[in-house]
């Protein structure tokens, strides 16, 4: 076999030999394996060396609720990390436990000790991230935030026809004064519907929607839930929660939460915390002069995922709604390899 030969034999080798790309495994919001939420962490060669089919199809392979998929650093921008968002049906412009999982990895997680970066670049906008001071193991990430709380809410009748197990712990005369439940946008795309309840008890109650059904994007669009030009796209859920809840791992006051995907329940979701921080802090009238606010969430405890979401949000001079939304947690790494591209 001549040069030629074993060169147009090799090249038929490589063609015929499956391409492979290596990931990670994480689990967010937490110090601990196996707790948190997964996520999984693909790492690109080169910005166009899968396509967005190919993306989707590897999100739905790992049926994490979100894989990111991470681009090489620019030279030319050594300080930001581009990366996507896809959750198992779709790609999001934004999702928290995905953009402190992407901090994690390039602040302190990733073998790289000279990275640089300091901004995680999404499909919603750049995210400024940082260690938290005096802790290498946590890290925050200045999350995009165009906040709004929707004129219209959410029914009662509706929320006990998809969460009828809920109805002995609420009642519509003494709830919001039988007005329903507060629908808020913590970007376009991304709203939640928040449901206080009384007590753990009632957040023990709490399970998936009837028939595994969630609230369709269309249906709170077309059914004039939302403001004019908000939704149409992107995810709502309903997000629970009790607030004052003294945590038994720390001793503090907490609020602890919970939410489905359809029929899976989610172990940490912070981008809906997000919107509930900020909607709390916007809806409460006792903070009036103060303009930080600090929240602890605990989400996952009933599924044994327990995940610890801290969040501060900081309010503008004079009333003015609301400067930062900052999100904070730990990550872990679980698992390395890699993943056939084709």
Do not use: C
């Amino acid at each position: 076999m001549n040069l030629e030969e074993a060169y147009m034999d090799l090249e038929a080798q490589l063609k015929m030999s499956p391409q492979t790309i290596p990931y990670v495994t994480l689990d967010v919001f937490t110090k601990t394996i196996f707790e948190g939420n997964p996520l999984g962490v693909v790492f690109l060669p080169s910005p166009t060396a899968i396509t967005q089919k190919q993306k989707q199809q590897i999100a739905k392979e790992f049926n994490y609720s979100e894989t990111i998929f991470v681009h090489p650093v620019d030279s030319q921008r050594p300080t930001a990390q581009r990366i996507d968002i896809f959750t198992t049906t779709d790609e999001l412009p934004f999702a928290g436990h995905p953009t402190i999982g992407a901090a994690s990895w390039v602040l302190f997680l990733s073998d790289d000790n000279v990275s640089k970066v300091n901004t995680i670049l999404t499909k919603a906008g750049p995210i400024p991230i940082s260690l938290k001071p005096t802790k290498s193991d946590e890290a925050s990430a200045l999350i995009p935030h165009n906040v709004r709380i929707h004129q219209k809410r959410f029914p009662f009748r509706e929320l006990l026809r998809l969460h009828p197990s809920v109805e002995p712990f609420l009642n519509a005369a003494e709830t919001e004064s039988g007005k329903g439940f507060p629908i808020v946008s913590i970007v376009n795309g991304m709203t939640q519907i928040h449901v206080e309840l009384p007590s753990l008890e009632a957040l023990a109650a709490v399970g998936p929607a009837v028939g595994g059904e969630s609230v369709p994007v269309t249906d709170i669009t077309q059914g004039g839930y939302l403001d004019e030009g908000w939704g149409g796209h992107g995810h709502v859920v309903v997000y629970f929660y009790v607030r004052n809840v003294v945590d038994e791992v720390t001793g503090k006051k907490v609020i602890r939460t919970r939410m489905f995907l359809e029929s899976e329940e989610d172990p940490a979701t912070g981008s809906a915390a997000s919107g509930l921080a900020s909607y709390l802090v916007l809806s409460d009238a006792g903070a009036a002069g103060q303009l930080q606010h600090d929240f602890h969430v605990v989400q996952g405890v009933e599924i044994g995922r327990r995940s610890d979401i801290g969040l501060r949000v900081v309010l503008k001079e004079k009333g003015e709604g609301i400067e930062s939304v900052e999100l904070s947690g730990s990550s872990v790494k679980v698992a390395k390899g890699e993943i056939r591209v084709n």
